[in-house]
């Protein structure tokens, strides 16, 4: 299943550069961190979710790169490029291996599951 983008083609040529480059830096910097790191996350301070995410993965022995985009109150605008690029609406938003595994409770699954550790012997 594959989600529903706007077509390109939808897109007047006069804006596709300004479409394209939006928050483009923010996008960067999650890319290159996913190549560079095994595990990922990206969150925003004071959000409990994106704490309870790093304790799993501490917990659970699994090192992981931090990325924080501010708080509920700043840099809001950056986090939507996010959601945005990656489709998944709230943060935080954890890599595994350069694929989107979910969030806080997706992890828990994961991890529970043993499943964690078998994407990060891949």
């Known amino acids: 299943m594959t989600r529903p983008l706007l077509d390109e083609s939808a ?8 479409v394209s480059e939006h928050h ?3 996008i960067t910097r999650v ?3 996913i190549a560079q790191h095994p595990v990922v996350v990206v969150g925003l301070s004071g959000n ?4 309870k995410a790093r304790k799993a993965l501490t917990a659970a022995g699994v090192a992981h790169e931090y990325i924080e985009f501010g ?3 700043s840099q809001w605008r950056l986090r939507n490029a996010l959601k945005m690029w990656t489709g998944w ?3 935080p938003m954890v ?3 350069g ?4 969030g806080a409770d997706d992890l828990r699954r994961l991890i529970d599951s043993g499943e964690l550790q078998t994407l990060l012997k891949a």
Do not use: E, N
Not at 11 to 18: D, F, G, L, S, T
């Open 89 to 91: 609406p709230t943060f």
């Open 48 to 51: 409990p979710y994106v704490g």
């Open 31 to 33: 890319q290159t961190a």
């Open 24 to 26: 483009l830096p923010v």
């Open 11 to 18: 897109i007047h040529p006069a804006i596709r550069q300004r």
């Open 99 to 102: 694929t989107m595994v979910g």
């Open 95 to 97: 890599f595994v291996r």
């Open 71 to 73: 708080s509920y109150f």
